[in-house]
């Protein structure tokens, strides 16, 4: 079974098509009465840029036969769908970089409008132009794209890589396409806390909403992370001194709460992991490119799924495997930024559980 095909084929029939119609599978529902309809799918660890914030320079990587194959990505997706999973995430890594990835888009894009809802993208936008129309054939109809700068040189230094113009320009090609933008953002305290007015400005006046981000202690990245940590209520206050923020109700089904910037008249993101705790009203779950789901972004509780998978009896392993993973999922993340050379929170990157 390789990973470099035209069609997916899975090596069994959809894990959502095994069961009778009087035979559904019960929700995913933890042990907190959260209700879980929302996956982030990792299809890769690997990146092409190297963001100061994310991991270090010299970047380790995971073998790649420790990576689930296309098909087994779709087969997994099937099994949360099975289970009301109805918003699909794909991230990374970097996931246009994979080989044959709008692959696996085309294939779970067939399950829009039927038991999937929403089948969304998070990248960095270095491939978005090479990758743009054939995402919004796929089905995806909105793409989150980080982007912490429009300065050239500042974007260089941030993510040890001169690939601004490549993130522009697939910014452009995938609204060109169709696609629905937002803008992630890491506020970083004295990197790009100064402009970020006129990122925010710039994508409204684009079309395009925005999510600020606080920084999350994620891995060793050879910088102390207390100096990167930018409390967005502190961020809020200052733009409030130049806009008017008026607080909405909309959402995308994440962690984001959201504003209207009144004078630009495009939406604000704000996710605050650290000053505004969003635990509470969880919907996610998270599944590396190995298969491992976490249930907590901020938690070192795992379970095996590719295990599952490989198993003589996959779907009954993968429904036990996602019945523990439901047990243990804790209340709420235990982040903290209020100690100079403090040990990450978790050792992993967030590039290996994904974004």
Same mark, same amino acid.
């Given at each position: 079974?390789?990973? @470099?095909?035209?069609?997916?084929?899975?090596?069994?029939?959809?894990?959502?098509?095994?069961?009778?119609?009087?035979?559904?599978?019960?929700? !995913?529902?933890?042990?907190?009465? #959260?209700?879980?309809?929302?996956?982030?799918?990792?299809?890769?660890? #690997?990146?092409?840029?190297?963001?100061?914030?994310?991991?270090?320079?010299?970047?380790?990587?995971?073998?790649?036969?420790?990576?689930?194959?296309?098909?087994?990505?779709?087969?997994?997706?099937?099994?949360?769908?099975?289970?009301?999973?109805?918003?699909?995430?794909?991230?990374?890594?970097?996931?246009?970089?994979?080989?044959?990835?709008?692959?696996?888009?085309?294939?779970?894009?067939?399950?829009?409008?039927?038991?999937?809802?929403?089948?969304?993208?998070?990248?960095?936008?270095?491939?978005?132009?090479?990758?743009?129309?054939?995402?919004?054939?796929?089905?995806?109809?909105? %793409?989150?794209?980080?982007?912490?700068?429009?300065?050239?040189?500042?974007?260089?230094?941030?993510?040890?890589?001169?690939?601004?113009?490549?993130?522009?320009?697939?910014?452009?090609?995938?609204?060109?396409?169709?696609?629905?933008?937002?803008?992630?953002? %890491?506020?970083?305290?004295?990197?790009?806390?100064?402009?970020?007015?006129?990122?925010?400005?710039?994508?409204?006046?684009?079309?395009?909403?925005?999510?600020?981000?606080?920084?999350?202690?994620?891995?060793?990245?050879?910088?102390?992370?207390?100096?990167?940590?930018?409390?967005?209520?502190?961020?809020?206050?200052?733009?409030?001194?130049?806009?008017?923020?008026?607080?909405?109700?909309?959402?995308?089904?994440?962690?984001?709460?959201?504003?209207?910037?009144?004078?630009?008249?495009?939406?604000?993101?704000?996710?605050?992991?650290?000053? @505004?705790?969003?635990?509470?009203?969880?919907?996610? !779950?998270?599944?590396?490119?190995?298969?491992?789901?976490?249930?907590?972004?901020?938690?070192?509780?795992?379970?095996?799924? #590719?295990?599952?998978?490989?198993?003589?009896?996959?779907?009954?392993?993968?429904?036990?495997?996602?019945?523990?993973?439901?047990?243990?999922?804790?209340?709420?993340?235990?982040? #903290?930024?209020?100690?100079?050379?403090?040990?990450?929170?978790?050792?992993?990157?967030?590039?290996?559980?994904?974004?």
């Amino acid at each position: 079974m390789t990973d @470099n095909v035209p069609t997916i084929a899975p090596r069994q029939p959809d894990l959502i098509l095994l069961r009778g119609p009087d035979e559904a599978l019960p929700p !995913l529902v933890d042990a907190f009465q #959260r209700r879980i309809t929302y996956l982030r799918l990792s299809v890769t660890d #690997r990146c092409d840029l190297r963001c100061s914030y994310c991991m270090p320079e010299r970047m380790t990587f995971l073998p790649k036969k420790e990576v689930l194959t296309l098909e087994e990505l779709y087969e997994l997706a099937t099994g949360f769908i099975a289970r009301g999973v109805t918003k699909i995430r794909i991230t990374g890594g970097e996931p246009l970089v994979r080989r044959d990835i709008i692959d696996l888009f085309t294939a779970l894009g067939r399950r829009i409008g039927h038991d999937l809802d929403e089948l969304t993208l998070t990248t960095n936008g270095t491939q978005l132009a090479t990758h743009a129309e054939a995402l919004a054939k796929a089905g995806v109809k909105r %793409v989150n794209v980080s982007l912490d700068t429009l300065d050239a040189a500042k974007f260089a230094e941030l993510t040890r890589r001169d690939a601004l113009p490549q993130v522009l320009e697939g910014i452009a090609a995938a609204k060109a396409a169709g696609l629905k933008v937002k803008l992630n953002a %890491v506020a970083l305290k004295g990197v790009n806390e100064g402009e970020l007015p006129d990122l925010i400005g710039w994508a409204h006046g684009q079309g395009h909403d925005v999510t600020l981000i606080e920084v999350m202690p994620l891995g060793d990245v050879e910088e102390e992370r207390l100096d990167q940590y930018l409390p967005l209520n502190d961020v809020r206050q200052s733009l409030e001194s130049r806009w008017t923020l008026k607080d909405i109700a909309f959402s995308t089904g994440g962690p984001a709460r959201y504003v209207e910037v009144v004078e630009t008249g495009g939406r604000l993101g704000l996710i605050t992991p650290h000053t @505004n705790n969003f635990c509470a009203g969880c919907n996610r !779950l998270r599944v590396t490119a190995t298969g491992q789901l976490y249930p907590c972004l901020g938690g070192g509780e795992r379970v095996d799924l #590719r295990a599952a998978l490989r198993s003589d009896n996959p779907e009954a392993n993968l429904e036990t495997a996602l019945n523990e993973a439901l047990r243990i999922k804790p209340e709420k993340h235990h982040f #903290r930024m209020d100690a100079r050379g403090a040990d990450p929170a978790v050792t992993r990157h967030m590039s290996m559980t994904g974004g």
